[in-house]
Nanobody
Framework: QVQLVESGGGLVQAGGSLRLSCAASGGTFSRFSMGWFRQAPGREREFAAF????????YCADSVKGRFTVSRDNAQNTVYLQMDSLKPEDTAVYYC???????????????????WGQGTQVTVSS
């Protein structure tokens, strides 16, 4: 059973930065491609970013492209989401998710992911 634990959330002013981490345990991390999703109050969970198993394929949603960067360190069993130029509309609970798949195809849909973290709150004040 794979466990995912996010950290790094918090309160930041608009224009600021945060780096989220997601530490994985209980499986061979390099066998998993990873996604970041977010859910704002009253809204559906939405895709934010994807990174494949070896880190060579990444993708960010249009809403965060150019501001967010996804990366991973397989030696540390950790995936990261660097968030710069944050906006109030980025306020949400952020989740990391894992799918046991060595692919280069971006996985946008939440239902494709097998494991989820508990989420970390990001609040951006104006």
């Amino acid at each position: 059973q794979v466990q995912l634990v996010e950290s790094g959330g918090g309160l930041v002013q608009a224009g600021g930065s945060l780096r989220l981490s997601c530490a994985a345990s209980g499986g061979t991390f390099s066998r998993f491609s990873m996604g970041w999703f977010r859910q704002a109050p009253g809204r559906e969970r939405e895709f934010a970013a994807f990174i494949n198993w070896n880190g060579r394929s990444t993708y960010c949603a249009d809403s965060v492209k150019g501001r967010f960067t996804v990366s991973r360190d397989n030696a540390q069993n950790t995936v990261y989401l660097q968030m710069d130029s944050l906006k109030p509309e980025d306020t949400a609970v952020y989740y990391c998710a894992a799918v046991r798949e060595r692919t280069t195809i971006v996985r946008f849909a939440a239902h494709l992911y097998e494991y989820w973290g508990q989420g970390t709150q990001v609040t951006v004040s104006s």
